[in-house]
C-alpha cells in the first residue's frame, strides 16, 4: 500500500495529503463529520484518515481520473465522495 502522508491544516479545519495529480486533496472536518460523528477531533480524523488511507487515495485518484480536477490543482473530496472509496 502506498503510505499518505497525512496533515491536518488548523487554518482550514482539514486533512490534507499528495493527491497523485501533482496537487493537494483536502477533506474538511466538516465533510468527516458525516462518518465520525458530530465534532471529530483532528486527532480523529487522522486516526480515521491513517486507518483508510489506501480508500482515501482511491477517492482521490478517482476524482482525478473522472477529470474533474486538472492537474496540478488542489481540490477536496466531500463526504460522499471519501464513503464511495470506503465501499
Do not use: Y
Amino acid at each position: 500500500m502506498e503510505e499518505l502522508h497525512l496533515t491536518w491544516r488548523a487554518d482550514i479545519d482539514a486533512l490534507q495529503f499528495a493527491a497523485g495529480n501533482g496537487g493537494q486533496c483536502f477533506i474538511h472536518r466538516l465533510a468527516l463529520r458525516r462518518l465520525l460523528g458530530p465534532r471529530p477531533s483532528p486527532e480523529e480524523c487522522l486516526t480515521f484518515a491513517r486507518q483508510n488511507a489506501a480508500a482515501l487515495l482511491a477517492a482521490a485518484r478517482r476524482k482525478i481520473e473522472a477529470s474533474e480536477t486538472p492537474a496540478q490543482r488542489n481540490f477536496h473530496l466531500n463526504s460522499r465522495q471519501v464513503r464511495r472509496g470506503l465501499s
